[in-house]
């Protein structure tokens, strides 16, 4: 046992007496995988991203919330919410979609969202302000047409081809995601399609509702949530709704949704802004390289939404076969991969 001892002794004397041979370093280069969570040279680092934007308006100026997650120099989206007057929060799941694809990407509430200034003045949700407001912050977030990819999903999808069509020498991609091209159309194909497949009873007495325009009235509420809601806004039981779905409709601004939208949940109706909004003959005006999404449960008509592909002059069209108006969530592989690859074969010039 001495001799065991002895001998490992003389050994750790021996190694502790050899000289270490020095190791030579070798610089490398930070691959794009290193840098994308490295935020030391942004200047919203403090903020975790979060950057409060200046915006300038006919009612005067105001801030808008943005966060900005990842860097990469060629690949950048702005993301669009719907509502209108609904939040960034139902794009959460993004999060586990573009990192891993070194994509950078900004959250954004429009102004009169939640995270945003919300002012009272009902003027101020006008689509053509909208538009300017999104130029505001693309240049105050450094996007350009080498690097600018704009998604719109739902009203974020008009406010995206009205941007395109005014200032689409800015952009990089378009993508348009669930929303089609005329609010007349939209509104045709859910009175004519979608509420004929509703159970008659149903349909009858939210239609009853509808008559006396009582969108208020909570059971008025829980027919459409249950049945229709559930069939095309997300295919999930309301008790499976995803948290950021339940977030964002407990932010949404009701002043900016029924001026725009109007206040019924089956359609746009009364005197909302929105109502006669049509683009189809000014689509061919699009040259950007743009993804339609469309899905084969959603409010839209899927059959519309390919139709913008053919139109614009560099158009793809991505169908969710499973997935309704919300389909970032009720189909949500084939709409990750399919915006991805979009958005990589542009970045490639493989589009």
Not at 35 to 62: C, E, H
Not at 104 to 129: A, F, I
Not at 183 to 191: C, E, F, G, Q, T
Request: include cysteine; charged fraction near 25%.
């Amino acid at each position: 046992m001495k001799t065991i001892l002895y001998s490992i002794s003389l050994l750790c004397l021996l190694l502790s007496c050899n000289p270490t041979t020095p190791t030579t370093t070798t610089a490398t280069t930070p691959s794009l995988s290193d840098t994308y969570l490295d935020n030391a040279s942004r200047d919203d680092q403090f903020m975790g991203g979060i950057k409060m934007v200046d915006i300038n308006t006919p009612k005067g100026d105001f801030k808008v919330w943005t966060k900005r997650v990842g860097n990469n120099p060629t690949m950048k989206v702005l993301l669009l919410h719907g509502g209108p007057g609904m939040t960034h929060e139902i794009y959460e799941c993004f999060d586990g979609y573009f990192p891993q694809e070194n994509i950078e990407y900004y959250y954004y509430d429009q102004l009169g969202s939640y995270y945003s200034d919300q002012p009272k003045d009902l003027s101020l949700w006008d689509l053509p302000r909208f538009v300017e407001e999104v130029e505001q912050v693309r240049k105050a977030l450094g996007l350009n047409k080498d690097n600018f990819y704009l998604f719109g999903q739902s009203w974020g999808g008009i406010l995206a081809m009205e941007y395109a069509l005014k200032y689409q020498d800015n952009l990089k991609g378009l993508v348009i995601s669930n929303m089609v091209p005329s609010i007349p159309d939209y509104m045709a194909y859910s009175d004519n399609v979608l509420a004929p497949k509703l159970p008659p009873d149903v349909l009858k007495e939210i239609m009853f509702y509808e008559n006396k325009e009582d969108y208020g009235n909570e059971r008025y509420l829980e027919l459409v949530t249950q049945h229709y809601y559930t069939r095309h806004i997300i295919r999930m039981p309301q008790a499976e709704w995803p948290d950021p779905i339940n977030r964002g409709f407990k932010h949404l601004n009701p002043d900016v949704y029924v001026t725009m939208q109007g206040p019924s949940e089956f359609g746009v109706k009364g005197d909302a802004t929105l109502k006669n909004w049509d683009v189809k003959d000014q689509l061919h005006k699009i040259k950007v390289p743009t993804l339609s999404i469309g899905a084969e449960y959603d409010t839209m008509d899927p059959k519309q939404m390919e139709w913008i592909s053919t139109t614009v002059k560099n158009g793809r069209y991505l169908h969710c076969p499973n997935g309704s108006h919300l389909s970032q969530f009720d189909d949500q592989k084939n709409f990750f991969s399919g915006l991805i690859k979009f958005i990589k074969d542009v970045d490639n010039d493989n589009f």
